[in-house]
């Protein structure tokens, strides 16, 4: 608690008010959860980019792998 607004005893009303919370730990933990958020969402972006890569790169290899067979079937039939 930050404050209370009251005396041990005393008589209080409806909608009186009777302490103040202190709000840092909470707002320490916001803080906290938005940068985990932001570090989460980094590495998903990491992800997708690696993930880009690696399509470009087997797409890449299959090119290769076709030239491969198209070259064995032209050498196979100059045989």
């Not at 608690?1 to 009303?13: A, H, P």
């Amino acid at each position: 608690l930050l404050s209370t607004s009251f005396d041990e005893g005393q008589m209080v009303k409806a909608n009186d008010l009777l302490a103040v919370i202190d709000q840092r730990p909470f707002l320490a933990e916001i803080s906290r959860a938005e940068a985990d958020l932001a570090s989460a969402r980094a590495q998903l972006g990491q992800a997708r980019a690696a993930e880009t890569q690696a399509r470009a790169e087997k797409e890449r290899s299959d090119t290769r792998k076709d030239l491969a067979q198209k070259r064995l079937a032209r050498s196979s039939q100059l045989r």
